[in-house]
Nanobody
Framework: VQLVESGGGSVTPGGSIRLSCMAS????????MSWVRQAPGKGPEGVSS????????KTSDSVKGRFTISRDNAENRLYLQMDNLRVEDTAMYYC???WGKGGARGPGTQVTVTT
């Protein structure tokens, strides 16, 4: 399993970022996929998960209405569109195989929301 995240960066509150994850080494289109984040000094938090066909997702209450998970099975890519970002969204974001906090993860991409 290989997962590589990209798209992180630094924005001001209210800004938007789109994360991307390139997957390889497993049958991507047959697996649920998730985004997981971890802020400094805190445990991992499951942000959002998506079924293999992209028809059903579950999103954490902390980001509901602001973050949208999606996937492109033809390109083996997972996405996370993050809008109306808040300072408390600052964390390392990981793409993960599976549901919830998932299994295998990539190295992560840092998202920083600061004034």
């Amino acid at each position: 399993v290989q997962l590589v995240e990209s798209g992180g960066g630094s924005v001001t509150p209210g800004g938007s970022i789109r994360l991307s994850c390139m997957a390889s080494g497993f049958d991507f289109r047959s697996n649920a996929m998730s985004w997981v984040r971890q802020a400094p000094g805190k445990g991992p938090e499951g942000v959002s998960s998506l079924t293999p066909d992209g028809s059903y997702s579950k999103t954490s209450d902390s980001v509901k209405g602001r973050f949208t998970i999606s996937r492109d099975n033809a390109e083996n890519r997972l996405y996370l569109q993050m809008d109306n970002l808040r300072v408390e969204d600052t964390a390392m974001y990981y793409c993960a195989e599976g549901w919830g906090k998932g299994g295998a993860r990539g190295p992560g991409t840092q998202v920083t929301v600061t004034t």
